[in-house]
């Protein structure tokens, strides 16, 4: 008695659905390195790092020496909030390439993330040492650097940074915190101000400028600021009250 075809019918169904299986199997076989890679890029792009993750795997089967490949498979684990896994993709790519500075610095930022600053530290140091030009790569080694209290080193880094690009906003700011955790009111009032040119309509910068002000004992002033942060707020409300429906919109099935 014949378990698995018991009708003709049957039976054609069953081979039917092996020979589709076996289609399947040979048409992603012959996928090449790039196409693979090209389906994880597309994957990642929409959001679906599973399938970016699987994609990446296959490719690196293939070109297991393709730095790249490491590089992108751990964006997509950190998309995932998959640090530790992302952390070994990226010392892949690494291993790979010593000479990659954005996987370093993406190891870099993992790291931080974790709250392993040392790490941090050490794998900003390389990006920064092959890359010295990036302001990113100077911006968050200074972050890491405050991060474990080393306020004048980390002053140091956001200057290098600031030689590259005078205009960015988070470089003064992240300045002006380890100016005012030193207690040196003077140059961090002077970087939040600065932040402040760059951006007059980030409200965040005119509390921190108020919150030194407040500490120089400049209380009026402090007062202004804060005044002006709050108008600010009350203006994104309206921004983001216009985009909102003034009654609940009816969803039909």
């Given at each position: 008695?014949?378990?698995?075809?018991s009708?003709?019918?049957i039976?054609r169904?069953?081979?039917?659905?092996?020979l589709?299986?076996?289609?399947?199997?040979?048409?992603?076989g012959?996928?090449?390195?790039?196409e693979?890679?090209?389906?994880g890029?597309?994957?990642f792009?929409?959001?679906?790092?599973?399938?970016?993750?699987?994609?990446?795997?296959?490719?690196?089967?293939?070109?297991?020496?393709?730095?790249?490949?490491y590089?992108?498979?751990?964006?997509?684990?950190?998309?995932?909030?998959r640090y530790?896994?992302a952390?070994?993709a990226?010392?892949?790519?690494?291993?790979?390439?010593?000479?990659?500075?954005?996987?370093?610095?993406?190891?870099g930022?993992?790291?931080?993330m974790?709250?392993?600053?040392d790490?941090?530290?050490?794998s900003?140091?390389?990006a920064?040492e092959i890359e010295?030009?990036?302001?990113?790569?100077?911006?968050?080694?200074?972050?890491?650097?405050s991060s474990?209290?080393?306020?004048?080193m980390a002053?140091?880094?956001?200057?290098?940074?600031?030689l590259?690009?005078?205009?960015?906003?988070?470089?003064?700011?992240?300045?002006?915190f380890?100016?005012?955790?030193?207690?040196?009111?003077?140059?961090?009032?002077?970087?939040?101000?600065?932040?402040i040119?760059?951006?007059?309509?980030?409200?965040?910068n005119?509390?921190?400028?108020?919150?030194?002000?407040?500490?120089?004992?400049?209380?009026?002033?402090a007062?202004?600021?804060?005044?002006?942060?709050?108008?600010?707020?009350k203006?994104?409300?309206?921004?983001i009250?216009?985009?909102?429906?003034?009654t609940p919109?009816?969803?039909t099935?």
């Open positions: 008695m014949n378990y698995f075809c009708s003709p019918r039976c169904a069953v081979a039917l659905s092996w589709i299986l076996l289609l399947s199997v040979l048409l992603t012959c996928m090449s390195t790039g693979w890679k090209e389906k890029q597309k994957d792009q929409n959001g679906k790092y599973s399938e970016a993750i699987s994609a990446y795997d296959r490719a690196i089967a293939i070109t297991p020496n393709d730095s790249e490949l590089y992108l498979k751990g964006m997509s684990l950190y998309e995932m909030v530790k896994d952390i070994d990226f010392t892949d790519a690494i291993r790979q390439n010593g000479n990659y500075s954005l996987a370093w610095f993406w190891k930022r993992t790291s931080y974790m709250g392993d600053y790490e941090a530290v050490r900003f140091f390389k920064i010295p030009g990036n302001t990113e790569y100077w911006y968050y080694r200074g972050m890491a650097l474990r209290g080393q306020y004048d002053v140091q880094h956001f200057d290098k940074a600031l590259i690009d005078k205009n960015n906003e988070k470089v003064w700011s992240a300045r002006g380890a100016y005012n955790m030193k207690k040196q009111y003077e140059p961090a009032l002077y970087s939040y101000e600065q932040a040119v760059v951006n007059p309509q980030n409200a965040e005119w509390i921190n400028k108020a919150s030194v002000l407040k500490a120089m004992g400049k209380e009026a002033e007062e202004v600021a804060i005044d002006k942060a709050n108008l600010l707020y203006e994104q409300e309206k921004d009250s216009k985009k909102i429906p003034k919109m009816q969803f099935s």
